[in-house]
Protein backbone atom coordinates (compact mmCIF):
# COMPACT_ATOMS: atom_id res chain seq x y z
CA UNK A 1 0.00 0.00 0.00
CA UNK A 2 2.88 2.48 0.97
CA UNK A 3 4.70 1.79 -2.61
CA UNK A 4 1.78 2.66 -4.50
CA UNK A 5 1.24 6.11 -2.42
CA UNK A 6 4.83 6.96 -3.25
CA UNK A 7 4.07 6.04 -6.89
CA UNK A 8 0.98 8.49 -7.07
CA UNK A 9 2.44 10.99 -4.69
CA UNK A 10 5.68 10.63 -7.88
CA UNK A 11 3.12 11.01 -10.88
CA UNK A 12 1.35 14.14 -9.38
CA UNK A 13 5.01 15.56 -8.30
CA UNK A 14 5.75 15.41 -12.36
CA UNK A 15 2.55 16.98 -13.64
CA UNK A 16 2.44 19.57 -11.20
CA UNK A 17 3.13 22.37 -13.55
CA UNK A 18 -0.25 21.55 -15.67
CA UNK A 19 -2.36 21.32 -12.47
CA UNK A 20 -1.52 24.68 -11.18
CA UNK A 21 -1.87 26.26 -15.00
CA UNK A 22 -5.90 26.18 -15.79
CA UNK A 23 -7.15 29.09 -18.15
CA UNK A 24 -5.44 31.40 -20.16
CA UNK A 25 -1.77 33.86 -19.56
CA UNK A 26 -0.61 36.33 -20.94
CA UNK A 27 2.87 36.42 -22.73
CA UNK A 28 5.52 38.11 -24.17
CA UNK A 29 5.72 37.15 -27.96
CA UNK A 30 8.90 38.49 -29.55
CA UNK A 31 8.90 36.33 -32.73
CA UNK A 32 7.90 37.33 -36.81
CA UNK A 33 4.44 35.82 -36.17
CA UNK A 34 3.65 38.30 -32.98
CA UNK A 35 1.07 40.82 -32.81
CA UNK A 36 2.00 44.90 -32.96
CA UNK A 37 1.59 44.72 -28.84
CA UNK A 38 4.47 42.45 -28.29
CA UNK A 39 1.95 39.87 -26.37
CA UNK A 40 -0.35 37.05 -26.92
CA UNK A 41 -2.60 34.79 -25.22
CA UNK A 42 -2.19 30.93 -24.36
CA UNK A 43 -1.85 28.01 -22.07
CA UNK A 44 1.73 28.44 -20.92
CA UNK A 45 4.72 30.69 -21.88
CA UNK A 46 8.10 29.63 -23.84
CA UNK A 47 11.12 30.67 -24.26
CA UNK A 48 13.40 29.22 -27.58
CA UNK A 49 16.37 29.42 -28.52
CA UNK A 50 17.76 28.05 -31.44
CA UNK A 51 21.53 28.15 -33.26
CA UNK A 52 20.96 27.71 -37.57
CA UNK A 53 24.50 28.06 -39.10
CA UNK A 54 26.16 30.48 -37.11
CA UNK A 55 22.94 32.22 -36.17
CA UNK A 56 21.21 32.93 -32.74
CA UNK A 57 17.48 32.76 -32.96
CA UNK A 58 15.26 34.36 -29.89
CA UNK A 59 11.93 33.71 -29.29
CA UNK A 60 9.46 34.10 -26.92
CA UNK A 61 5.55 33.52 -26.92
CA UNK A 62 2.89 31.25 -26.09
CA UNK A 63 1.34 27.77 -26.47
CA UNK A 64 -2.09 26.44 -27.16
CA UNK A 65 -1.29 22.96 -25.29
CA UNK A 66 0.99 21.58 -23.18
CA UNK A 67 4.33 20.42 -24.95
CA UNK A 68 6.88 17.79 -24.07
CA UNK A 69 9.62 20.13 -25.04
CA UNK A 70 8.69 21.62 -21.94
CA UNK A 71 9.76 19.22 -19.99
CA UNK A 72 13.61 19.63 -20.03
CA UNK A 73 14.24 19.33 -24.08
CA UNK A 74 17.89 20.30 -24.94
CA UNK A 75 20.23 19.57 -27.80
CA UNK A 76 23.43 21.19 -28.70
CA UNK A 77 21.28 23.52 -31.21
CA UNK A 78 18.32 23.92 -29.86
CA UNK A 79 16.60 24.25 -26.63
CA UNK A 80 13.42 25.41 -24.94
CA UNK A 81 11.94 26.58 -21.71
CA UNK A 82 8.29 26.86 -20.18
CA UNK A 83 6.31 29.00 -17.43
CA UNK A 84 3.19 29.15 -16.11
CA UNK A 85 2.45 32.58 -15.10
CA UNK A 86 0.95 35.64 -16.85
CA UNK A 87 4.46 37.77 -18.68
CA UNK A 88 6.52 34.94 -17.01
CA UNK A 89 8.67 34.81 -20.03
CA UNK A 90 9.98 37.98 -19.82
CA UNK A 91 13.14 37.77 -18.23
CA UNK A 92 13.28 33.86 -19.11
CA UNK A 93 16.50 32.89 -20.78
CA UNK A 94 18.15 29.39 -22.19
CA UNK A 95 21.86 28.47 -22.40
CA UNK A 96 22.28 25.53 -24.94
CA UNK A 97 24.49 23.00 -23.99
CA UNK A 98 28.36 23.22 -24.12
CA UNK A 99 27.16 27.14 -24.13
CA UNK A 100 30.06 29.19 -22.07
CA UNK A 101 28.11 31.84 -20.11
CA UNK A 102 31.41 34.12 -19.48
CA UNK A 103 30.14 36.68 -21.41
CA UNK A 104 26.67 37.37 -19.69
CA UNK A 105 26.74 40.28 -17.13
CA UNK A 106 27.28 38.97 -13.66
CA UNK A 107 24.17 39.19 -12.04
CA UNK A 108 22.95 42.39 -10.19
CA UNK A 109 21.34 42.08 -6.43
CA UNK A 110 18.05 42.18 -7.69
CA UNK A 111 18.22 39.30 -9.73
CA UNK A 112 20.10 37.50 -6.70
CA UNK A 113 17.53 38.04 -4.52
CA UNK A 114 15.03 36.56 -7.04
CA UNK A 115 16.97 33.02 -7.82
CA UNK A 116 16.93 32.87 -4.15
CA UNK A 117 13.54 33.90 -2.84
CA UNK A 118 11.67 32.39 -6.20
CA UNK A 119 12.89 29.06 -5.45
CA UNK A 120 12.28 29.05 -1.74
CA UNK A 121 8.88 30.06 -2.44
CA UNK A 122 8.06 27.58 -5.28
CA UNK A 123 9.61 24.53 -2.54
CA UNK A 124 7.41 25.76 0.43
CA UNK A 125 4.19 25.81 -2.55
CA UNK A 126 5.17 22.68 -3.93
CA UNK A 127 6.18 21.34 -0.03
CA UNK A 128 2.21 22.98 0.99
CA UNK A 129 0.69 20.72 -2.51
CA UNK A 130 2.41 17.60 -1.48
CA UNK A 131 0.86 17.66 2.06
CA UNK A 132 -1.94 17.96 0.65
CA UNK A 133 -2.14 15.16 -1.75
CA UNK A 134 -0.65 12.90 1.30
CA UNK A 135 -3.67 14.25 3.56
CA UNK A 136 -5.97 13.31 0.41
CA UNK A 137 -4.53 9.87 -0.09
CA UNK A 138 -4.46 9.46 3.57
CA UNK A 139 -8.11 10.66 4.30
CA UNK A 140 -8.93 8.28 0.92
CA UNK A 141 -7.21 5.08 2.77
CA UNK A 142 -8.98 5.57 5.77
CA UNK A 143 -12.58 5.57 4.17
CA UNK A 144 -11.64 2.69 1.92
CA UNK A 145 -11.08 1.04 5.38
CA UNK A 146 -13.70 2.10 7.09
CA UNK A 147 -16.52 1.53 4.39
CA UNK A 148 -14.90 -1.67 2.92
CA UNK A 149 -14.60 0.07 -0.67
CA UNK A 150 -12.89 -1.91 -3.20
CA UNK A 151 -12.84 1.64 -5.02
CA UNK A 152 -10.01 4.65 -4.95
CA UNK A 153 -10.95 7.70 -5.48
CA UNK A 154 -10.26 8.60 -9.05
CA UNK A 155 -6.22 10.09 -9.18
CA UNK A 156 -4.59 11.75 -12.05
CA UNK A 157 -4.62 9.88 -15.36
CA UNK A 158 -0.84 9.84 -15.38
CA UNK A 159 -1.40 7.13 -12.95
CA UNK A 160 -2.21 5.18 -16.31
CA UNK A 161 1.47 5.12 -17.11
CA UNK A 162 1.94 2.79 -13.96
CA UNK A 163 -0.44 0.25 -15.37
CA UNK A 164 0.25 0.61 -18.52
CA UNK A 165 0.88 -3.55 -18.64
CA UNK A 166 -2.05 -4.36 -17.76
CA UNK A 167 -4.02 -2.31 -20.71
CA UNK A 168 -3.85 -2.37 -24.22
CA UNK A 169 -2.21 0.13 -26.45
CA UNK A 170 -5.76 0.62 -27.95
CA UNK A 171 -7.60 0.96 -24.06
CA UNK A 172 -4.97 3.53 -23.86
CA UNK A 173 -5.28 5.57 -26.95
CA UNK A 174 -9.41 5.22 -26.28
CA UNK A 175 -9.71 6.39 -23.36
CA UNK A 176 -7.11 9.17 -23.44
CA UNK A 177 -7.09 10.31 -27.12
CA UNK A 178 -10.54 11.95 -26.47
CA UNK A 179 -9.47 13.97 -23.06
CA UNK A 180 -6.69 16.30 -24.60
CA UNK A 181 -6.00 18.33 -27.61
CA UNK A 182 -3.22 16.29 -28.83
CA UNK A 183 -3.71 13.07 -30.84
CA UNK A 184 -1.61 10.14 -28.87
CA UNK A 185 -1.12 9.62 -25.01
CA UNK A 186 -0.55 12.03 -22.53
CA UNK A 187 3.30 13.09 -21.64
CA UNK A 188 4.40 10.56 -18.96
CA UNK A 189 2.34 8.01 -20.82
CA UNK A 190 4.12 8.04 -23.95
CA UNK A 191 7.63 8.60 -22.26
CA UNK A 192 6.66 4.99 -20.20
CA UNK A 193 5.99 3.64 -23.05
CA UNK A 194 8.43 4.58 -25.20
CA UNK A 195 10.91 2.81 -22.51
CA UNK A 196 8.78 -0.15 -22.26
CA UNK A 197 9.41 -0.92 -26.29
CA UNK A 198 11.23 -4.17 -27.59
CA UNK A 199 12.96 -2.98 -31.27
CA UNK A 200 12.51 -6.36 -33.31
CA UNK A 201 13.79 -5.52 -36.71
CA UNK A 202 14.62 -2.42 -39.20
CA UNK A 203 12.01 -2.16 -41.74
CA UNK A 204 12.96 1.22 -43.67
CA UNK A 205 16.25 3.38 -44.09
CA UNK A 206 16.47 6.70 -45.98
CA UNK A 207 17.77 9.95 -45.57
CA UNK A 208 15.67 10.88 -42.36
CA UNK A 209 17.05 8.02 -40.41
CA UNK A 210 15.33 4.31 -40.22
CA UNK A 211 12.24 2.62 -39.28
CA UNK A 212 12.05 -0.57 -37.05
CA UNK A 213 9.01 -2.63 -35.64
CA UNK A 214 8.95 -2.60 -32.38
CA UNK A 215 6.84 -4.60 -29.50
CA UNK A 216 5.07 -3.24 -26.50
CA UNK A 217 3.34 -5.98 -24.66
CA UNK A 218 2.69 -7.96 -27.56
CA UNK A 219 1.38 -5.63 -29.81
CA UNK A 220 3.13 -4.25 -32.85
CA UNK A 221 4.46 -0.49 -32.94
CA UNK A 222 6.34 1.57 -35.57
CA UNK A 223 9.70 2.87 -34.08
CA UNK A 224 10.95 5.99 -36.39
CA UNK A 225 14.72 6.90 -35.21
CA UNK A 226 15.25 10.15 -36.76
CA UNK A 227 19.30 11.26 -37.97
CA UNK A 228 20.49 13.79 -35.89
CA UNK A 229 20.73 16.31 -39.04
CA UNK A 230 16.76 15.47 -39.30
CA UNK A 231 16.09 16.62 -35.80
CA UNK A 232 14.24 19.29 -36.72
CA UNK A 233 11.53 16.92 -38.49
CA UNK A 234 11.46 15.15 -35.20
CA UNK A 235 10.58 18.24 -33.26
CA UNK A 236 8.20 19.30 -35.68
CA UNK A 237 6.23 15.88 -36.14
CA UNK A 238 6.11 15.54 -32.03
CA UNK A 239 4.58 19.75 -32.30
CA UNK A 240 1.88 18.82 -34.58
CA UNK A 241 0.62 15.77 -33.35
CA UNK A 242 0.49 17.03 -29.21
CA UNK A 243 -0.94 20.26 -30.01
CA UNK A 244 -3.67 19.25 -32.79
CA UNK A 245 -6.50 16.42 -32.86
CA UNK A 246 -5.19 14.17 -36.04
CA UNK A 247 -7.03 10.87 -35.32
CA UNK A 248 -8.21 9.60 -38.64
CA UNK A 249 -8.78 6.49 -40.47
CA UNK A 250 -6.49 8.12 -43.01
CA UNK A 251 -3.59 9.74 -40.93
CA UNK A 252 -1.19 7.38 -39.29
CA UNK A 253 -1.63 6.54 -36.22
CA UNK A 254 0.47 8.54 -33.41
CA UNK A 255 1.01 6.79 -30.19
CA UNK A 256 4.44 8.70 -28.41
CA UNK A 257 7.21 10.98 -28.93
CA UNK A 258 10.28 10.31 -27.27
CA UNK A 259 13.85 11.46 -26.88
CA UNK A 260 15.71 8.71 -25.22
CA UNK A 261 19.58 7.97 -24.37
CA UNK A 262 20.58 4.79 -25.81
CA UNK A 263 24.48 3.51 -26.63
CA UNK A 264 25.56 6.52 -25.03
CA UNK A 265 23.94 8.74 -27.96
CA UNK A 266 20.72 10.80 -27.65
CA UNK A 267 18.07 9.24 -30.35
CA UNK A 268 15.03 11.13 -31.47
CA UNK A 269 12.05 8.40 -31.07
CA UNK A 270 8.05 8.84 -33.34
CA UNK A 271 6.14 5.84 -32.36
CA UNK A 272 3.57 5.14 -34.09
CA UNK A 273 1.11 2.18 -35.31
CA UNK A 274 2.48 -0.36 -37.21
CA UNK A 275 1.22 -1.07 -41.09
CA UNK A 276 2.75 -4.36 -42.11
CA UNK A 277 2.15 -4.06 -46.09
CA UNK A 278 4.60 -0.80 -45.45
CA UNK A 279 4.64 2.41 -48.04
CA UNK A 280 2.37 2.64 -51.06
CA UNK A 281 5.90 2.66 -52.62
CA UNK A 282 6.56 -0.56 -51.62
CA UNK A 283 2.96 -2.03 -52.00
CA UNK A 284 2.80 -0.77 -55.68
CA UNK A 285 5.95 -3.00 -56.32
CA UNK A 286 4.89 -6.21 -56.16
CA UNK A 287 1.06 -5.83 -56.11
CA UNK A 288 -0.81 -4.85 -59.64
CA UNK A 289 -3.89 -3.89 -58.50
CA UNK A 290 -7.89 -4.02 -59.91
CA UNK A 291 -9.93 -0.89 -60.91
CA UNK A 292 -11.87 -1.17 -57.75
CA UNK A 293 -8.53 -1.43 -55.31
CA UNK A 294 -7.05 1.64 -57.16
CA UNK A 295 -9.93 3.31 -56.14
CA UNK A 296 -9.83 2.54 -52.81
CA UNK A 297 -6.56 3.38 -52.43
CA UNK A 298 -7.05 6.95 -53.70
CA UNK A 299 -10.15 7.49 -52.40
CA UNK A 300 -8.79 7.07 -48.94
CA UNK A 301 -5.21 9.15 -49.94
CA UNK A 302 -7.65 12.28 -50.36
CA UNK A 303 -10.10 11.64 -47.49
CA UNK A 304 -6.81 12.00 -45.26
CA UNK A 305 -5.49 15.07 -47.15
CA UNK A 306 -8.86 16.89 -47.15
CA UNK A 307 -8.45 15.80 -42.93
CA UNK A 308 -5.04 17.69 -43.12
CA UNK A 309 -6.42 20.58 -44.91
CA UNK A 310 -9.44 21.52 -43.48
CA UNK A 311 -9.50 23.51 -40.31
CA UNK A 312 -11.92 21.98 -37.50
CA UNK A 313 -13.14 24.57 -35.12
CA UNK A 314 -13.74 24.20 -31.22
CA UNK A 315 -11.90 22.90 -28.65
CA UNK A 316 -11.81 19.22 -30.20
CA UNK A 317 -11.13 21.01 -33.21
CA UNK A 318 -7.37 22.07 -35.18
CA UNK A 319 -5.99 24.10 -37.83
CA UNK A 320 -5.75 23.65 -41.30
CA UNK A 321 -2.04 21.53 -42.59
CA UNK A 322 -0.30 21.39 -45.86
CA UNK A 323 1.83 18.27 -45.82
CA UNK A 324 4.33 19.70 -48.35
CA UNK A 325 6.17 16.33 -48.66
CA UNK A 326 3.47 14.00 -50.32
CA UNK A 327 4.57 11.05 -51.80
CA UNK A 328 4.04 7.33 -52.48
CA UNK A 329 6.68 6.52 -49.85
CA UNK A 330 5.10 8.78 -47.36
CA UNK A 331 1.55 7.12 -47.54
CA UNK A 332 1.49 3.86 -45.87
CA UNK A 333 -0.95 0.50 -46.63
CA UNK A 334 -3.02 -0.85 -44.29
CA UNK A 335 -4.53 -4.50 -43.64
CA UNK A 336 -8.22 -3.20 -45.02
CA UNK A 337 -6.29 -2.01 -48.09
CA UNK A 338 -7.10 1.88 -47.65
CA UNK A 339 -3.92 4.15 -46.82
CA UNK A 340 -3.22 6.49 -44.45
CA UNK A 341 -0.53 9.65 -44.77
CA UNK A 342 2.52 9.85 -42.71
CA UNK A 343 5.23 12.27 -42.05
CA UNK A 344 4.25 15.38 -40.93
CA UNK A 345 7.81 16.72 -40.43
CA UNK A 346 7.62 19.51 -42.85
CA UNK A 347 3.81 20.39 -42.10
CA UNK A 348 2.28 24.00 -42.06
CA UNK A 349 -0.13 24.87 -40.26
CA UNK A 350 -2.72 27.40 -40.18
CA UNK A 351 -5.59 29.50 -38.06
CA UNK A 352 -8.28 31.47 -39.97
CA UNK A 353 -9.42 32.71 -36.55
CA UNK A 354 -6.29 34.55 -35.81
CA UNK A 355 -4.63 34.22 -39.52
CA UNK A 356 -1.70 32.57 -37.74
CA UNK A 357 0.74 30.56 -40.48
CA UNK A 358 3.17 28.25 -38.94
CA UNK A 359 5.48 26.92 -41.24
CA UNK A 360 8.25 25.65 -38.75
CA UNK A 361 11.80 26.13 -38.68
CA UNK A 362 12.99 23.19 -40.56
CA UNK A 363 15.37 23.77 -42.99
CA UNK A 364 15.10 20.21 -45.17
CA UNK A 365 13.00 20.90 -48.52
CA UNK A 366 11.08 18.14 -49.93
CA UNK A 367 10.97 15.35 -52.63
CA UNK A 368 12.27 17.13 -55.78
CA UNK A 369 11.01 14.62 -58.39
CA UNK A 370 7.44 15.56 -56.54
CA UNK A 371 7.98 19.52 -56.26
CA UNK A 372 5.38 21.98 -58.14
CA UNK A 373 6.35 24.31 -60.45
CA UNK A 374 6.26 26.90 -58.12
CA UNK A 375 8.32 25.41 -55.78
CA UNK A 376 11.46 24.31 -58.46
CA UNK A 377 10.88 28.16 -59.92
CA UNK A 378 10.68 29.37 -56.02
CA UNK A 379 7.86 31.56 -57.36
CA UNK A 380 5.90 29.71 -54.58
CA UNK A 381 3.72 32.47 -52.07
CA UNK A 382 5.56 31.81 -48.66
CA UNK A 383 2.80 34.16 -46.73
CA UNK A 384 -0.23 32.72 -48.23
CA UNK A 385 -1.54 28.74 -46.91
CA UNK A 386 -3.53 28.48 -50.06
CA UNK A 387 -0.24 28.08 -51.89
CA UNK A 388 1.07 25.30 -49.93
CA UNK A 389 -2.36 23.24 -50.07
CA UNK A 390 -1.68 24.06 -54.05
CA UNK A 391 1.41 21.85 -53.98
CA UNK A 392 -0.19 18.94 -52.05
CA UNK A 393 -2.56 18.64 -54.99
CA UNK A 394 0.28 18.54 -57.28
CA UNK A 395 1.95 15.74 -55.44
CA UNK A 396 -1.49 13.70 -55.06
CA UNK A 397 -1.70 14.27 -59.07
CA UNK A 398 1.40 11.94 -59.13
CA UNK A 399 0.93 9.75 -56.51
CA UNK A 400 -2.73 9.59 -58.68
CA UNK A 401 -0.83 8.53 -61.49
CA UNK A 402 1.21 6.03 -59.93
CA UNK A 403 -1.41 4.35 -58.69
CA UNK A 404 -3.20 4.17 -61.67
CA UNK A 405 -0.47 2.93 -63.96
CA UNK A 406 0.07 -0.36 -61.81
CA UNK A 407 -3.79 -0.83 -62.45
CA UNK A 408 -4.63 -4.02 -64.64
CA UNK A 409 -7.00 -3.12 -67.83
CA UNK A 410 -7.71 -5.81 -70.24
CA UNK A 411 -4.79 -8.08 -68.88
CA UNK A 412 -2.12 -5.54 -68.97
CA UNK A 413 -0.56 -3.35 -66.44
CA UNK A 414 2.80 -1.64 -66.44
CA UNK A 415 5.55 -1.97 -64.08
CA UNK A 416 6.37 0.10 -61.16
CA UNK A 417 7.59 3.02 -61.90
CA UNK A 418 8.18 6.93 -60.40
CA UNK A 419 6.61 9.99 -61.50
CA UNK A 420 8.76 11.23 -64.32
CA UNK A 421 11.09 7.90 -64.54
CA UNK A 422 11.79 8.50 -68.51
CA UNK A 423 12.60 12.16 -68.34
CA UNK A 424 14.82 12.55 -65.11
CA UNK A 425 17.72 10.05 -63.77
CA UNK A 426 17.08 8.09 -61.01
CA UNK A 427 18.13 10.47 -58.45
CA UNK A 428 17.30 13.60 -60.03
CA UNK A 429 18.90 17.38 -59.04
CA UNK A 430 16.62 20.75 -58.14
CA UNK A 431 18.00 21.90 -61.74
CA UNK A 432 16.67 18.58 -63.39
CA UNK A 433 13.10 18.81 -62.21
CA UNK A 434 12.89 22.35 -62.47
CA UNK A 435 13.81 22.08 -66.64
CA UNK A 436 11.50 19.27 -66.98
CA UNK A 437 8.70 20.74 -65.11
CA UNK A 438 9.29 24.48 -65.67
CA UNK A 439 10.94 24.96 -68.56
CA UNK A 440 9.21 22.11 -70.73
CA UNK A 441 6.05 22.25 -68.81
CA UNK A 442 5.67 18.33 -68.75
CA UNK A 443 3.64 16.26 -67.02
CA UNK A 444 3.98 12.41 -66.61
CA UNK A 445 2.89 10.45 -69.82
CA UNK A 446 -0.82 8.84 -69.14
CA UNK A 447 -0.97 5.30 -70.50
CA UNK A 448 -3.84 5.03 -73.25
CA UNK A 449 -5.43 2.14 -72.01
CA UNK A 450 -6.81 3.67 -69.24
CA UNK A 451 -8.96 5.59 -71.38
CA UNK A 452 -10.65 2.01 -72.36
CA UNK A 453 -11.82 2.48 -68.76
CA UNK A 454 -14.61 4.62 -67.30
CA UNK A 455 -13.53 4.66 -64.42
CA UNK A 456 -9.28 5.43 -64.87
CA UNK A 457 -10.68 7.45 -67.82
CA UNK A 458 -11.89 10.04 -64.83
CA UNK A 459 -8.53 9.48 -63.09
CA UNK A 460 -7.14 10.63 -66.05
CA UNK A 461 -9.24 13.97 -66.15
CA UNK A 462 -8.42 14.15 -61.94
CA UNK A 463 -4.75 13.76 -62.55
CA UNK A 464 -4.08 16.59 -65.39
CA UNK A 465 -6.49 19.31 -62.94
CA UNK A 466 -3.91 18.41 -60.54
CA UNK A 467 -1.21 19.73 -62.71
CA UNK A 468 -2.17 23.10 -64.06
CA UNK A 469 0.51 25.47 -63.95
CA UNK A 470 -1.32 28.13 -62.19
CA UNK A 471 -1.72 26.48 -59.06
CA UNK A 472 -5.19 28.35 -58.51
CA UNK A 473 -6.58 26.59 -61.29
CA UNK A 474 -5.66 22.94 -59.48
CA UNK A 475 -8.53 20.89 -58.06
CA UNK A 476 -9.29 21.32 -54.18
CA UNK A 477 -8.64 18.07 -52.48
CA UNK A 478 -12.08 18.21 -51.40
CA UNK A 479 -13.50 18.81 -54.70
CA UNK A 480 -11.28 15.65 -55.46
CA UNK A 481 -13.06 13.24 -52.75
CA UNK A 482 -16.44 14.65 -54.27
CA UNK A 483 -15.42 12.75 -57.45
CA UNK A 484 -13.89 10.41 -56.15
CA UNK A 485 -16.95 9.00 -53.70
CA UNK A 486 -19.08 9.33 -56.81
CA UNK A 487 -17.13 7.23 -58.51
CA UNK A 488 -16.92 4.73 -55.87
CA UNK A 489 -20.81 4.69 -55.21
CA UNK A 490 -21.43 4.26 -59.41
CA UNK A 491 -18.81 1.37 -59.47
CA UNK A 492 -20.84 -0.10 -56.16
CA UNK A 493 -24.31 0.17 -57.63
CA UNK A 494 -24.30 -3.22 -60.00
CA UNK A 495 -23.06 -5.09 -57.37
CA UNK A 496 -25.59 -4.15 -55.47
CA UNK A 497 -28.58 -4.35 -57.82
CA UNK A 498 -27.13 -8.02 -58.46
Known amino acids: MLQGVIAGLFLAL ?12 TCVCEHTDCEKNLICSGKL ?10 EIIHKKGCLKADSELCWGSFT ?5 KCCWSNMCN ?12 QSEESPSLKNLLLMILVPLFAILVLAALVGLFV ?9 QMLFGSDELEDMDFMLKASIAGDSTLENLLNDDCTTGSGSGLPFLVQRTVARQISLVECVGKGRYGEVWRGTWHGENVAVKIFSSRDEQSWFRETEIYNTVLLRHDNILGFIASDMTSRNSSTQLWLITHYHEHGSLYDYLQCTPLDVESCLRLATSIICGLVHLHVEIFGTQGKPAIAHRDLKSRNILVKNNKQCCIA ?10 SSDYLDIGNNPRVGTKRYMAPEVLDEQIRMDCFESFKQTDI ?22 YKPPFFDMVPIDPSFDDMKKVVCVDQQTPTIPNRLYSDLTLSA ?7 CWFQSPTARLTALRIKKTLKKLSNSFNKPKQHS
Open 76 to 80: EKYGM
Open 135 to 143: WKVVQSRQR
Open 343 to 352: DLGLAVMHSQ
Open 394 to 415: WAFGLVLWEIARRTVINGIVED
Open 90 to 101: RNLAIQLPGESN
Open 459 to 465: LAKIMKE
Open 14 to 25: LSLPRNITAGNL
Open 45 to 54: CFVSRHQEDR
